[in-house]
Nanobody
């Protein structure tokens, strides 16, 4: 089992920045990848960015050049630096980890609202 605790998020004006963090605990030695997904009102959950244990990253086209994902393997955390935020970035952001099984675990979600 892996437990995830997210932090960050909130309300920001368009063009602003936010940083999300997610700390994992439990059977963290089984984690092979960590990432962030988001769900806007009335829409399906979608991938934002992922990062593997060896640092390979993948981004949604809509966030490339604006968002940056990073991880701390010692602290078992994954961070998402979000810059140049747009109204369409609004949604609930979820941390997810993939284990070797593979199994997938989700955080409780944190709200990001971009509005003037």
């Amino acid at each position: 089992q892996v437990q995830l605790v997210e932090s960050g998020g909130g309300l920001v004006q368009p063009g602003g920045s936010l940083r999300l963090s997610c700390a994992a605990s439990g059977s963290t030695f089984t984690i092979v990848a960590m990432g962030w997904y988001r769900q806007a009102p009335g829409k399906q959950r979608e991938l934002v960015a992922t990062i593997t244990r060896d640092g390979r990253t993948n981004y949604a086209d809509s966030v490339k050049g604006r968002f940056s994902i990073s991880r701390d393997n010692a602290k078992i955390t994954v961070n998402l630096q979000m810059n140049s935020l747009k109204v369409e970035d609004t949604g609930v952001y979820y941390c997810q980890v993939e284990t070797r099984a593979p199994r997938y675990y989700w955080g409780q979600g944190t709200q990001v609202t971009v509005s003037s």
